[in-house]
């Protein structure tokens, strides 16, 4: 990507792009002593909003719907290695939402809630993103390239591009 520098454009579609197709990131609240957790994201299309589906009984519900909503970062890596982002947005509670549920639901989700989509313990967190920083490169063999070529040229290795990203 040395050619051309990212767009925060390019860097944002890139993102939406590669979230579609490998869906899983760390989710947490942006407070000290706070860890991130494994979560699958769904983004709706027309809002940018991003949905997990979790239980009302985990840390992370309880903490979230504290105050209507919590600030929060989700921090994503590509299943091919060539997007890395670390979004922030607000974080809350919506809770079970049917049409949410008959839409995403998978035998993934289904594994979770033993009573199926009418689990009492479903929930449903909605994120909706602010801004963030992207990194877009060539993926793992690209990687592996520019590490050799450095070494033998002595130069520094095109990692390929960052783009800070507005998405409200």
Known sequence: MADHALTAADAEKEFWKHLKDSNTGMLGLDQPGYHA????????EE???????????????????IGGGQSAMFHYGSKDQKVWA?????????????????????????????DGKEDR???????????????????????AFEIVKANITKTVP???????????
């Open 158 to 168: 095109d990692a390929g591009g960052v783009a800070d990203v507005n998405l409200r």
């Open 37 to 44: 957790q494994p979560m699958t994201a769904f983004r709706e």
């Open 47 to 65: 809002t940018g909003t991003i949905w997990f589906f979790t239980r009302d009984d985990t840390d992370l519900a309880r903490d979230a719907a």
């Open 121 to 143: 313990h479903l929930t449903i967190l909605r994120f909706d993103a602010d801004d963030g920083r992207v990194w877009v490169s060539g993926g793992l063999v690209k990687f």
């Open 86 to 114: 670390c979004i922030h947005g607000e974080l809350s509670v919506h809770g079970h939402d049917r049409a949410l549920v008959d839409r995403y639901w998978n035998p993934v989700l289904a594994a979770w809630y033993p």
